[in-house]
Nanobody
Framework: QLQLEESGGGLVQPGGSVRLSCAASGIALDAYAVGWFRQAPGKEREGVSC??????SIHYADSVKGRFTISRNNEKVYLEMNSLKPEDAAVYSCAVGSVWIVQAPSIPQEYACWGQGTQITVSS
């Protein structure tokens, strides 16, 4: 059974940077649609960034455009986060969809497997 494990979370100062990683067991991630989502206390889960299965289609939420970058290799999916703001604080989860989803899937329903999440706190 596919398992995803995120790492890289923690406390970051406003304006700082951090890179999240998501490791998958048993599959080559560079063939699948992948995404990062986040959920802050009292708020709904929000799509942050996603990539279609071929890698040609990438989507970013307006709130993170120009600051966050999604990337992947066959072993891991990454989310590089720069210029962090207090409103970026949340639990970040990675997700894996299908090899057939070419257009970057921005909604949770298009994902079959989820990680447990990693906490990002942005505070001075």
């Amino acid at each position: 059974q596919l398992q995803l494990e995120e790492s890289g979370g923690g406390l970051v100062q406003p304006g700082g940077s951090v890179r999240l990683s998501c490791a998958a067991s048993g599959i080559a991630l560079d063939a699948y649609a992948v995404g990062w989502f986040r959920q802050a206390p009292g708020k709904e889960r929000e799509g942050v960034s996603c990539m279609g299965s071929t890698g040609a289609s990438i989507h970013y939420a307006d709130s993170v455009k120009g600051r966050f970058t999604i990337s992947r290799n066959n072993e891991k999916v990454y989310l590089e986060m720069n210029s962090l703001k207090p409103e970026d604080a949340a639990v970040y989860s990675c997700a894996v969809g299908s090899v057939w989803i070419v257009q970057a899937p921005s909604i949770p329903q298009e994902y079959a497997c989820w990680g447990q999440g990693t906490q990002i706190t942005v505070s001075s």
